[in-house]
């Protein structure tokens, strides 16, 4: 008899193992100004709020002196949180004067893996202000692949960039799971997206404000539903969020000081 508990007890926990395995946990977030400007209680602050996640892309970091070390100290504050991370850096952007940054990306090593240290995409570089950066990850033998990106404001135009990023994807890349993790700058109900939604992706959030105004305006500090994750066939989505750490007028200024930006949360597995 106890023999047959301790089976059952083992399956159920490889079970439990599985299942948790099995699920990858995604956060896109423009951290704004991502680089010195950001002090030990504010990575900490930063780091509380992603720690759940699997894997973590960051847009804005800031391309030259101190960018690359927030990144790190980023990493570093997780790492002592109970779980090993491991993270990567872009090579800054090579768009005009004023846009140029850096993206990363920083996971769990556990369960995910990488083989390579990534790349921007060289091929968008003279269409696209900030070219994206792309990595690929695998878990469970299985490969997926995330793009990392930041589009222009939305005053420049962000729609033809857009636009030459969906069909680069199409054309270029449609070998296997895909996720285009980022700020947009355009809120995904726009046609601009109609071209990678015929083409089987989806988006993780609809309807969704990411963005904080300057001050609460009866009692909401939202402003535009801009930042997104946008997944291709071959990535079942569980459950897609905004993680809004503000909750409350009163934390809006203390709030904007981490970014001005929400993160966005995707919960998902590979078919």
């Known amino acids: ?9 083992l399956m159920l926990f490889q079970c439990f193992v ?39 892309a960051i847009q ?33 952007t090579k768009g005009p004067k004023y ?28 269409v696209l202000d900030r070219e994206p950066f792309l990595l690929d990850f695998y878990t469970q033998d299985k490969k997926f692949t995330i793009i990392n990106f930041h589009s222009r404001p939305y005053n420049k135009d962000p729609e033809s960039e857009i636009k030459a990023l969906s069909h680069f994807v199409i054309d270029s890349l449609n070998t296997g799971p895909l996720i285009i993790a980022g700020d947009f700058n355009v809120d995904e109900k726009m046609p601009v997206f109609n071209t990678l939604k015929k083409s089987g992706f989806q988006p993780a959030i609809t309807n969704k404000k990411t963005t904080l105004k300057w001050e609460c305006e009866r009692n909401n500090y939202l402003n535009y539903p801009i930042d997104n994750i946008f997944y291709s066939k071959g990535v079942h989505k569980i459950e897609g969020r905004v993680i809004d750490f503000v909750k409350f007028c009163e934390q809006l200024e203390k709030a904007r000081k981490l970014s001005d930006h929400l993160p966005v949360f995707f919960r998902f597995r590979l078919e």
């Open 60 to 92: 804005e970091v800031v391309s030259g002196y101190g960018g690359a070390q927030a990144v790190a100290k980023l990493s570093d504050i997780l790492n002592r949180k109970g779980s090993k991370w491991d993270y990567v850096i872009s090579n800054p």
């Open 18 to 56: 599985f299942s948790q395995t099995d699920e990858i946990h995604l956060i896109s977030w423009n951290i704004k100004d991502f680089g010195k400007t950001k002090n030990s209680e504010e990575l900490d602050q930063i780091a509380e709020i992603v720690r759940e996640a699997d894997i973590l």
């Open 99 to 126: 846009t140029t940054e850096r993206y990363a990306f920083i996971w769990k090593t556990r369960h995910i893996k990488i083989k390579n240290r990534g790349f921007l995409i060289g091929q968008l570089e003279s």
């Open 1 to 9: 008899m106890l023999k047959k508990i301790t089976f059952v007890a």
